[in-house]
């Protein structure tokens, strides 16, 4: 049950768009659609940004997107804005019946 | 509103044990799944454990199995993480988490309480 595996960190400007990967095995990722993205503020809940691997919910802006392909996942933030920095996490369920988060991305809005 | 209070974190000496309590409201408690979710100090989060809508489903990451148990009382809208032969690295903030489809899993976690940190030390 390793993490999934993510960048420890990625940066852009202001407007510019970035992309968090997020790598599994045809054990997790690979096999289910069931994949999902978190912004996380020390101290504060994670929020959900993205299921499914691309569906965002109610009040998500729609500068997140999600996509998967093969054993990798990703997520894009477009017109990034400095309230965008935190630290991003995918999760995915599994073939054991458990779920596996990846090791989380820090974005730094430069 | 959805709210999840988690309670019950402490510090705790190595190989004892302590029970976490997460008070829900807002939403009907039963009908839903409910996730423990975990992040130690400068580290990133990790799921622990998932419990079904009505209990009779359970399971946990290998890293707690066999020491942490899942269970839930749906007649006081609560959710439990029972600890036990607690290690230093259990160390953390626990968050619990509900999963958001109705009598079924979505395998992911639409609200989340704010936590409640559990210290292992000696």
């Known amino acids: 049950q390793s993490a999934l595996t993510q960048p420890a960190s990625v940066s852009g400007s202001p407007g510019q768009s970035i992309t968090i990967s997020c790598t599994g095995t045809s054990s997790d990722v690979g096999n289910y659609n069931f994949v999902s993205w978190y912004q996380h503020h020390p101290g504060k809940a994670p929020k959900l940004l993205i299921y499914?691997?691309?569906n965002r919910p109610s009040g998500v802006s729609n500068r997140f997107s999600g996509s998967k392909s093969g054993n990798t996942a990703s997520l894009t933030i477009s017109g990034l804005q400095a309230e965008d920095e935190g630290d991003y996490y995918c999760?995915?369920?599994?073939?054991?019946?458990?779920?596996?988060f990846g090791g989380g991305t820090k974005l730094t809005v430069l | 509103q959805v709210q999840l209070v988690e309670s019950g974190g402490g510090v705790v000496q190595p190989g004892r044990s302590l029970r976490l309590s997460c008070a829900a409201s807002?939403?009907?408690?039963?009908?839903?799944?409910m996730h423990w979710v975990r992040q130690a100090p400068g580290k990133g989060l990790e799921w622990v454990a998932i419990?079904?809508?009505?209990?009779?489903?359970?399971y946990c990451a290998d890293s707690v199995r066999g020491r942490f148990s899942i269970s839930r009382d749906n007649s006081k809208n609560t959710l439990y993480l029972q600890m036990n032969s607690l290690r230093t690295e259990d160390t953390a903030v626990y968050f619990c988490?509900?999963?958001?489809?109705?009598?079924?899993?979505?395998?992911?976690?639409?609200?989340w309480g704010q936590g409640t940190l559990v210290t292992v030390s000696s």
């Open positions: 499914d691997v691309s």
């Open positions: 988490a509900r999963d958001p489809r109705v009598y079924n899993s979505a395998y992911y976690f639409d609200y």
């Open positions: 807002g939403f009907t408690f039963s009908n839903y799944a």
């Open positions: 419990i079904s809508y009505d209990g009779t489903n359970k």
């Open positions: 999760t995915s369920y599994t073939t054991s019946s458990t779920l596996v």
